[in-house]
């Protein structure tokens, strides 16, 4: 077998004989089982509330950009993980959302409740943000503080 040789930019190519890399088709089924494998149970562990019950997570520059613009609305036990993140918008949506602006540790920073369609909100010390349906934050009490956990579901 022969060593890998540098393609360049820091690349190396596999070694002749090894295959053909994997192509459109074989990255578009990882992609789509890592998408449909990581929801997230969100709990507010300071007042032992559950947050969400299936959050998605918005980890690649593509899903940050998209967010919730897609969305027609937000149902109770869902929301939007955005990571990393210390602003958002809500500029071209068609319903508003609580906003969490989490640190590295996920402990809430600052809250922007029933955010409306057209507004922008930032937390420039944040490390991520969590969206929630409109309503959330009042009925589980979350307040600038607390301590979430996120728990991966399948």
């Known amino acids: 077998m022969q060593p890998a040789k540098p393609v360049g930019r820091g690349r190396v190519a596999p070694p002749a004989g090894s295959g053909p890399p994997p192509g459109p088709a074989a990255t578009a089924s990882r992609d789509l089982c890592y998408n449909v494998l990581l929801k997230l149970r969100i709990r507010n562990l300071t007042r032992d509330k559950l947050l969400a019950t299936e959050a998605e997570v918005a980890d690649t520059s593509k899903k940050r950009r998209t967010g919730l613009l897609k969305r027609e609305s937000l149902p109770q036990g869902e929301g939007l993980w955005i990571t990393p993140c210390e602003a ?35 937390c420039l010390w944040a490390h991520s943000v969590l969206e929630l349906p409109a309503g959330t934050v009042a009925a589980t009490g979350t307040a600038v503080g607390d301590q979430l956990e996120f728990e991966k579901v399948i």
């Open 88 to 122: 958002i918008h809500t500029i071209g949506m068609k319903f508003p959302i609580d906003v969490l602006f989490l640190s590295r540790t996920k402990k809430v920073l600052k809250i922007k409740e029933r955010m409306p369609p057209g507004r922008i909100a930032v």
